[in-house]
């Protein structure tokens, strides 16, 4: 299995104060290829331009195992209004 780790750039009107609502987020956005192990918060930040008219978003950092393809998880993020932008990188 590949360990990846996923940051995910959330709309700030989104209440993720607790853990569970930030890993059901970031389990609905992965789906079933993929086992999320961890999910940290790096809190509400000012973006430095806007995105879809948002000047504040939440970053999402979670660290998530299997065969996880960046091309499904653009197509969920699109349909997934409170996702602003996600990064998927392979961890070695």
């Given amino acids: 299995m590949t360990t990846y780790e996923l940051m995910v750039v959330v709309s700030a009107s989104v209440d993720l104060t607790s853990e569970k609502a ?17 999910v940290t918060s790096l809190g509400k930040k000012t973006l430095a331009y806007p995105i879809r008219k948002q000047l504040e ?8 195992e ?5 091309g ?21």
């Fill in 57 to 64: 978003a939440t970053y999402l950092v979670a660290i998530v």
């Fill in 66 to 70: 299997g065969t996880v393809k960046s």
């Fill in 72 to 92: 499904e998880i653009d197509k969920k993020s699109k349909l997934m209004d409170e996702i602003l932008r996600f990064l998927l990188i392979a961890k070695e």
């Fill in 22 to 38: 930030q890993k059901d987020l970031v389990v609905k956005l992965v789906g079933a290829n993929g086992t999320v192990k961890e």
